[in-house]
């Protein structure tokens, strides 16, 4: 029963049941180019899939978890939760050195610091360091080794990208194989949303690029499904594809205030 094995800012497990019902019938290979914290792929679990993420330190988890489960699972059993350890955890990639820190040290950290940092935010500051606050979480569990196991199991059939979305789909679709694109969203004003999960964000080139994609996996007879913020520069690049409007609630926003229901957009050409 392989669930996410962290959190991730705009996961999508409460959108699910709005996603499975527009599933394609059949198809052939899954891909997710925007994977964050995976919450379809270990929903559908779907037998030859392929994700990505343009985020280095955390496909670097995926392949951890997938390749080299015990080494982690030990590492992971040396942390505390506790402010003065949480810093010194953070801290580490301050130091130049941290280049050469394993990737199962790196795993464990990433972890580590999405269980007991603040809502398991990944934020990185414009030096590339991770500058989320300690949380003060009563009890969080650092360690589940019982999914860690299932989702390796799961994850041995899984090809791992780290990359450009873009690429990941150009070099590995074929027709009749089915992606699912959860892009970094559309604002709905400046300064509501979060789309900051890299170094180079995620603007309106970005989103064009992203919408001829699409229109690439049309014309060679893929399926594509895509979320994303109900607002005109969605609905104008997507007006030639289906476009249903579904409620959805944001189980984790930088801003706490805004947590709650919101109105998205799921995409298909089929
Ligand atoms: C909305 S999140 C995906 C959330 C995921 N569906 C879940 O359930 O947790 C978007 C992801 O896109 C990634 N990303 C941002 N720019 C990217 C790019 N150019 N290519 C590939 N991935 C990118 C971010 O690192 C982030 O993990």
Redesign the pocket.
């Known amino acids: 029963m392989a669930k996410?094995f962290i959190k991730?800012?705009?996961?999508?497990?409460q959108l699910i049941p709005e996603i499975e019902k527009r599933l394609p019938k059949k198809f052939n290979n899954y891909i997710?180019?925007?994977?964050?914290?995976?919450?379809?792929?270990f929903y559908l679990k779907p037998f030859n899939a392929i994700i990505?993420?343009?985020?280095p330190e955390?496909t670097n988890v995926y392949s951890v978890v997938k390749n080299s489960l015990n080494e982690l699972v030990e590492d992971l059993k040396t942390h505390e939760n506790n402010p003065e350890y949480y810093y010194k955890i953070r801290s580490k990639d301050r130091n130049p050195s941290y280049i050469n820190e394993s990737e199962v040290k790196r795993a464990s950290r990433f972890i580590y610091l999405n269980k007991t940092g603040f809502n398991g935010l990944?934020r990185v500051n414009r030096n590339g360091e991770h500058n989320v606050p300690f949380a003060n979480y009563e009890n969080p569990k650092i360690l589940d080794e019982e999914n860690l196991n299932e989702c390796s199991h799961y994850l041995k059939n899984v090809q791992i990208l780290n990359?450009?979305?873009?690429k990941?789909v150009k070099e590995n679709t074929k027709e009749g194989d089915f992606i699912?694109f959860?892009?970094?969203?559309v604002p709905i004003n400046t300064t509501s949303s979060f789309t900051s999960?890299?170094d180079?964000?995620?603007d309106e080139d970005?989103q064009i690029r992203l919408k001829e994609l699409c229109e690439y996996i049309d014309s060679i007879g893929g399926y594509f499904l895509l979320?994303n913020s109900d607002t005109d520069l969605v609905r104008e690049l997507y007006k030639n594809f289906k476009i249903d409007r579904v409620l959805a609630s944001r189980s984790v926003n930088s801003d706490g205030e805004k947590r709650g229901k919101v109105y998205e957009v799921l995409v298909k050409n089929y």
Do not use: C, H
């Open positions: 996410p991730w800012v705009g996961g999508k497990r997710e180019p925007f994977i964050g914290g995976g919450a379809l792929l990505n993420d343009y985020n955390l990944y990359g450009d979305f873009e990941a699912y959860d892009p970094p969203y999960y890299t180079q964000g995620f970005m979320s």
